[in-house]
Structure formats: C-alpha cells, structure tokens
C-alpha cells in the first residue's frame, strides 16, 4: 500500500528537482515499516511501503544532499534543512532526533513525535554533517547522514607580483588568488599582446604562470572564481618586457694548431638597442653546466697544456639575456716531432746503402722530413725521405722533422761505412825451418780495417790469426787471406817453407825386472822436440848391451803408428842386468835422436817351500826349496834365506829370516834349512836379496800350523 503525504507548502508539482534516499536498516522492527521524507520548498517526496523506506532529505538552496563530503555540492546562500518522516505501515512516529554540526560532533537533538521539522537555517561559510532517525514503538528504525557545504564568500582578486614595470628578456608571471573555504578553481586571464591585434584567454590554476618573451607593453586582466562558483572583481596589470636579446660572443687566436700557449681573446657584443654586456664567462675543459664551473673572463685565456682541449664561453647582458654557452676546440702542440732513420748499422758494409728516414707527431702531425748527406745541399720530403750512399768512405747524414705548426726537431746525426776495397795480407816466411816454423802474416786495410786474417798449412785445418806455428818435418805450402770490417775477403795467398824436425822419445821405460829367462817389452812414442805432437810412419830401432854405456848392438826395429807409438820385445843378456836404447836414424826430414839406457835386472826364480816333516811344535823341520839360476855352493848363503812370519790386519810380523844352504844342481840351485816352530799358524817363503846382477825376489809363500 502506497501512502501520498502533501506538501504543506503546495501540490506535488513544484515538488525540487534533487532528491537523495537513504537505506533504512532492515530487520529493526519486523512487523512494522515507515517512509520518511524532507521536504523543500514546495516539493513532496513519496515512498512506497511495499518496502521499508528511510527518511529522505531535501536542503533548501541546493537540491538533494550528497552522502559524501567530495559528492555533496557547494551552496552559495544561507541553507534551511527541513526533514519529515513519513509512515509506511500502521502506527506512530515517536521521535524526529537530528544533529547539524562542523567539527566534533554533539548530541543529537529531539524534535518529538513529529513528521516534519525544520532545523535552524546554515548561515556561515563550511561543511556540515547532518546525523538523524526516526523511532517508531521505542525501536530506532531509520538513520541518515547528509552533507551540506556553504561558501558565500568570493575568491581573492589574482594578484600577479612580477607583472609590473619593466621587465629584462623574459617575463614569467605567476598568477595567485586564495579562497578559504570551497578554494580557488581557476584564473582567467585576458589580455592583448604588443604587435598583435588578438587578445589572449587563458585559464590558469593557482599559481600558475604565463611566459612573455616579445618586447613591448602588456595588459592583462584576471578573475578568480572559486569552487562554488563565486568570482572575484577583476584584476589589471600593466607592464612591460624589454631586451629580450642574449649577447653574441666571439673567441679570436685560435686555429687548428697553436705551437704555444698563446692567449686566445673573447669579445662579445650586444643586440643593437640593447642594455649592454655586463660579463663573459668560460671554462676549460669542463663538462659542467653549473655556474661555478664558469670563470669570468677579464683578458685572454692561457692554455699552456699539449693536446686538445675544450673552451665553453657565453655572455650575459645587464638585464640577464645569457648566450647560448658555444664551445671551441683548441689544440696545442708545443714537441717537436721525432724521426727515427732505418738501414744505418754503425758498422761498415761493402756495398752502396740506402737510408730511409720517418718521423712521427702525436699532436699536429708531421710537415716534412729533412736530410743533409756530408756537404750536399738540405733536401725535405713528406712523409719519408730516402737518401742513396754509393761511395766509398765515412759519410755524415743529418737529419730531422719539422710538424704542422713549425716546431723543428734538434738535428740528428747518422753515420754510414762503406769499403769495396779487400784488405792486402804478407807473410814473412823463410825458405827453411829447423825444428819448427814461426811465420807471422801483416794485413793492411786503408777504410774498415782488418777484421780477420786466417790460414791453414797444407791440408790442415783453417785457423784464425797472424802467427802461425809449425813444427811438422817436411816441405809445408801455408795459405793465408785477411777480411776486413766490411765483410771485404782478400783473395788467397800462399808460401812454401821447409822444416828440419826434431824428435824425442817420450813414454819408455827406466828400466825393468823381468822374471828369469823372460822377455823384456819396451814400449814409448816419438813425439816433436818442440810441439810435442806424435810422429807417425817413422822407423826406429832397438840396440842391446850388456854393458851401460857401450857395445850397444841393434836387436829390432819398429815404424811408429799414427800416434806415433812403437813397441819392442827382447830377450836378456845371460843371467845380469841387459841395457836397451832406442835410436831414430837421421833424414832428409829429422835430425837422428837416441832415447837414454835402460836397465833390466832379472828376478830369480824360487820355488814355494816345501817340508816332509810333521809339523809339531818345539821340533825341527826341514824345508827346501830350488832357485834359477843357479848360485854358487854355500853352507850359509847371505843373500837368500827361508823367512817365516805370521799375520795381523794384512801385516807381517814376527817375522825372522833363516838364511839357506846352497846346493849347485848346474842349471839350478837347491836351498833347504831346518828350522824349530812355536805352537801356531806360521807362513813361510824364500828369500832372495837383490844384488847386483839380480833384483829382490820372493817366492810364493805356504802356511803352516803348528801344533
């Protein structure tokens, strides 16, 4: 069922054309729902109680109120809220509660058990919360809040500090108003331009800012217009912006290539018409844009560094038109370029050279390359120069380099050696030579000089130097030829000589003591008396007496091997001593040579003792032996005797010698003795003392023990 209320104020009709519902909580009274509404002006608001309804709210001055504070719309006149409950089922209103505040919020006030009811009307600029509900049977059951914003005051008129009086290069105006309650939406600004017939419209928040850079007189007009739709009266401005041209500056003293730290010079001028240039800036070499990194230029701009460097410059007039910051780029180079020359050896060379000369610049680079040969005239090339040497002797080039900006290398001084000529070699060579040769050979060279001289003697080897030594008998060709310092080899020469040689016999023996009726060995080499060297494929022979020093007879003869070894076996004289010498015959090639005597004592030959006795101790034993040759007879001989010793660490001792008895057998001799032993191990052997045709001699020894 559907319940019409009417407006007390008029038909339904002229009901305002905003209104806002509010839920009602459901579920509060379960048998009973009501319909509440506000009205304003001549406005009727109806609900259907088919379902439950909350009161609605109709704000006088601005239509429907909003739910929300951002949604609720500004009110720019005194507000009268007017809120009327309306029953949507059977029953009664028992309460109308209500509050209207800003800020903290009070207790809500009871308007009693009436449908409609007016609250006092909103007078002052804000936002206001309303809070209400209904009661219905001692139950809350409906509950709202709107939102009700007021703001009768206008904006501030726009103001605009900068615009006003003159105005150097670029005039940035900032427009501010201020609205203390709803704010300032937007500035309008309008105006005409110097040089132009069309006005300018242009809407600005708050402290927003116009850019005027043409020269020439302003008019503009602001209003500010707040949030609620209030606007200010108009504000006028009146200026004007002069120069707005920057200074031109100009750097002069630079070029490609400066060769020394000369000061380059800025200039700058201004704009015709202009206020003038107050100050001129640079820096080098730095990539910063602060000001700081600038220095005020006063007069000239020393860079004394090599290499390439980066000048930033600008100007500023005296209302601040500041340049566009240029850069130059400024290359120093103040080193002399360096040349290096290639084929020069600092020795001598037997053939034409050809020099090559280059030289390198870091910085500028190489403008020419020079070269004076000895005496010849000064010729310059680029970017090498090459000068041919084909005559003899010591020859002087100098040279150097000269880069792009004139700076001129320290003369250089190289020096080239060239000898064609071979050197002349002499040898002071005699036509004979006894025992060995010393020929010395002179070599001259007028250039390079000699470096070498070498030679060889027959087909010996090649050897190095200016003396040659020989002592090989025989007729020798020696083949001599000098190189000097340029690799010049002088064709070979050659000079026969002879050589009478000398020899000596080197290795033989003193002298030996074969055993009886051996053979004696004499080997030894013949060597040259003065190099000591072999001499081969000579025979010699070997002479035998049994006297020291006459009636040598030869006996044997040998050819010495390639080392110059020879090697004799001979047989001794009877039972005594046998004296050898060997003798080289005299020839065309070799003066004769005999070696010294050399003795040979035979030694006996004795046999092992023997006995047939039992070997006890504190008895005789008798032993016997035999010798070769044979001795004269003799009870008691004094030169062989049965010795007896024992052993200790590889010594004899308590040795004794028991000289024999001597028995002529004609080709032998037999020797026995009989001798008493202690208790022991004993050795014994035969004794035989050397004497003058005969050498110590010992038989073999036989151990004995005695018990």
């Not at 701009?301 to 100007?315: D, K, L, M, N, Q």
């Not at 023996?509 to 004696?520: H, I, L």
Request: aromatic share 8%; proline share 4%.
């Amino acid at each position: 069922m559907k319940h019409v209320f009417a407006s007390r104020r008029g038909p339904v009709a002229r009901t305002a054309s905003l209104l806002v519902l509010f839920a009602l909580l459901v579920g509060m009274l379960p048998t009973t729902s009501f319909a509440a509404q506000i009205n304003e002006g001549d406005r009727v608001v109806t609900t259907d109680a088919s379902t439950p309804e909350t009161p609605t709210v109709s704000i006088k001055g601005i239509g429907t109120p909003n739910t929300t504070i951002a949604g609720a719309p500004w009110a720019t006149s005194d507000v009268t809220p007017v809120i009327e409950a309306t029953l949507t089922a059977p029953g009664s209103i028992d309460d109308i509660s209500y509050r209207c505040y800003t800020g903290a919020a009070p207790a809500m006030t009871s308007a009693g058990a009436v449908e409609s009811t007016t609250l006092p009307t909103i007078t002052t600029d804000g936002t206001y919360t309303i809070d209400f509900h209904a009661t219905q049977a001692g139950a809350q059951c409906a509950t709202a809040t709107a939102y009700v914003k007021l703001d009768k005051t206008n904006p501030t008129t726009p103001t605009a500090p900068a615009a006003t009086g003159s105005i150097a290069n670029t005039a940035t105006i900032t427009f501010q108003a201020t609205d203390l309650t709803s704010g300032v939406k937007s500035i309008l600004v309008t105006g005409t331009v110097p040089g132009d017939p069309s006005s300018i419209s242009t809407t600005l928040t708050s402290g927003g800012s116009l850019v005027f850079t043409k020269a020439g007189e302003y008019n503009l007009h602001a209003v500010s217009t707040d949030q609620a739709g209030n606007s200010s009266p108009k504000a006028n401005f009146t200026f004007t912006v002069i120069d707005i041209t920057a200074p031109t500056t100009t750097l002069t003293g630079n070029a490609s290539w400066l060769a020394t730290a000369t000061p380059l010079a800025l200039a700058a001028v201004d704009n015709t018409g202009g206020v003038g240039v107050a100050n001129i800036f640079y820096s080098v070499d730095n990539t910063s844009t602060a000001a700081s990194a600038f220095t005020t230029y006063t007069a000239g701009i020393a860079i004394s560094a090599e290499g390439t460097h980066t000048v930033r410059y600008f100007a500023k007039d005296f209302v601040g038109n500041t340049e566009v910051t240029k850069e130059a780029t400024v290359r120093i180079d103040k080193s002399a370029p360096v040349s290096t020359i290639s084929g020069v050896t600092g020795n001598w060379t037997s053939t034409d050279t050809t020099v090559s000369i280059v030289a390198a610049d870091a910085l500028s680079g190489v403008a020419s390359v020079w070269s004076k040969l000895d005496t010849s005239p000064t010729v310059s090339s680029v970017p090498t120069r090459t000068v041919a040497i084909t005559t003899e002797g010591v020859h002087t080039i100098a040279y150097g380099a000269v880069d792009n900006v004139g700076n001129r290398e320290a003369t250089r001084t190289a020096f080239v050696y060239i000898d064609k000529t071979k050197p002349v070699s002499s040898v002071d060579a005699s036509a004979n030579y006894s025992g060995s040769a010393t020929i010395s050979i002179t070599a001259t060279d007028a250039l390079s000089g000699v470096a070498t001289t070498a030679w060889k003697i027959d087909s010996g080897a090649v050897t190095s130097g200016t003396v040659a030594v020989y002592s090989i008998p025989g007729t020798h060709t020696i083949e001599y030829a000098s190189t000097d310092k340029a690799g010049n080899v002088e064709i070979t020469k050659s000079a026969t000589f002879h050589i009478t040689g000398g020899v000596v016999f080197s290795g033989l023996p003193a002298g030996g003591t074969p055993k009886y009726g051996a053979s004696a060995t004499i080997s030894g080499v013949l060597v040259n008396s003065v190099s000591t060297t072999p001499t081969a494929n000579q025979t010699v022979s070997l002479e035998r007496s049994s006297a020291s020093g006459t009636g040598f007879v030869p006996v044997a003869t040998a050819t010495t091997d390639a080392s110059g070894a020879f090697s004799f076996t001979a047989s001794l004289i009877g039972k005594g001593k046998t004296y050898f010498r060997v003798v080289l015959p005299t020839s065309a090639d070799y003066a004769g040579a005999t070696s010294a005597v050399m003795a040979f004592t035979p030694k006996v030959s004795v046999a092992k003792p023997s006995t047939k006795s039992r070997l006890r101790a504190g008895r005789y034993l008798a032993f016997s032996s035999t010798i070769r040759p044979d001795h004269a007879s003799s009870k008691k001989s004094s030169t062989i005797a049965f010795e007896i010793y024992k052993k200790k660490g590889g010594d004899h001792v308590s040795r004794t010698r028991y000289y024999a008895k001597v028995s002529d057998k004609g080709s032998y001799s037999k020797l026995t003795r009989s001798i008493k032993f202690k208790r022991g191990t004993w050795y014994i052997r035969i004794y035989a003392k050397a004497d003058s045709k005969h050498a110590l001699t010992y038989s073999s020894e036989k151990k004995l023990v005695i018990k």
